[in-house]
């Protein structure tokens, strides 16, 4: 009796043993084949290109520094800031009254000089009829044609000082070298007005100009008639698209950088003179080359890795090598294949062989 009970102890022991191992068995297995979620985007062949950003302040195409050709006073002016002006226009007027007064002077001189080649003239006459007629020296006669010659001279000088005086009378009427847009007087009434200082700017603000220094690094790359991106945040965000117009074949002896002029239009003259500007442009582009997201890379040592998803949605770590790379987008010349499926997001908690479930789907 003890014998069979032992038995069936033994038995019903072995069973529960049995199932034990079979349930740890199976929670091991579904541990095993958790899934990870991860973000996927497909490796694609296009044209990547690294670009560099460059600084420079946007300036009229045209811009007209006007600087004042007299010392006088200032008594008029006639825009402000920011109007349109024709070329031509008035915009500031100084006190002439110091040069006007020296006109009168000036012509009293001129019209002495007239006199006195009028005299010359006739004494030279006269000479010569007594020259003729062998009763003056020939020292005398050429006395005559000296002094009709040195009245000349003194009546082109009176012409010349008069001249002279008319244009500074003419010089305190500043006017508009250009049509454009007056973006600043630096005069009040009053001011005494210096040739040495910037009276007025004037700039054509339809089409603008912006000077960047480029590095002896990137410049082979920087050509005219290349596009460029160029952003004003004190306009917009809006990207604006200008153009290479020229580029210095000699670098800046201090800066050691080569000065580059970008076109820019602005039909809307919503960009102003001395806004501060970016200039993006590219430098190294390559067409037609595999390309992932920037956030499929992992670096792993000195080496750098993709996880691709398989057929069987299960992660497998590639070794890869990297080329250009932009803000977005690396170029792999070795290790992953147009096509493929490679993890953006979730690649840190992967590794070689974990299963994956697709946050979308329909990548697959």
Known sequence: MHKRAGKITLIVLVFLVAILAAGCNEKKEVEKETEITVATAPAAVQEIAKSSTYSGIVRGQNEVYITPKVAARVIGIYAVPGDRVSQGQTLIMLDSSDFTASVQQVQAGQLLAEISLENARDNLVRIEDLYAAGAVSEKDYEAARNGVRSAEAAVEQAAAGLAQIMNSVNNCTITAPISGILGSINLSLGDMANPAAIAAIVSDTSRLEIEIM???????????????????????????????????????????????????????????????????????????????????????????????????????????????????????????NSGEIVITKGNTLVRDGTLVRLADEGVL
């Open 214 to 336: 480029v590095s002896e690094s990137d410049v082979s790359f920087i050509t005219s008639g290349n596009e460029v991106e160029v952003k004003i945040k004190a306009v917009s965000e809006e990207i604006f698209t200008g153009t290479v117009v020229s580029v210095a074949a000699v670098a800046d002896p201090l800066k050691r950088s080569y000065a580059a002029k970008i076109s820019l239009d602005n039909p809307e003259n919503k960009i102003k003179s001395g806004m501060f500007a970016e200039v993006k442009g590219s430098t190294v582009k390559k067409a037609d080359v595999v390309c992932v997201p920037q956030s499929a890379i992992v670096p792993k040592g000195v080496s750098n890795v993709v996880f691709v998803v398989d057929a069987e949605k299960r992660a497998r770590e590639r070794q890869v090598s990297t080329g250009i790379e932009t803000e977005t987008m690396v170029e792999i010349s070795e290790g992953v």
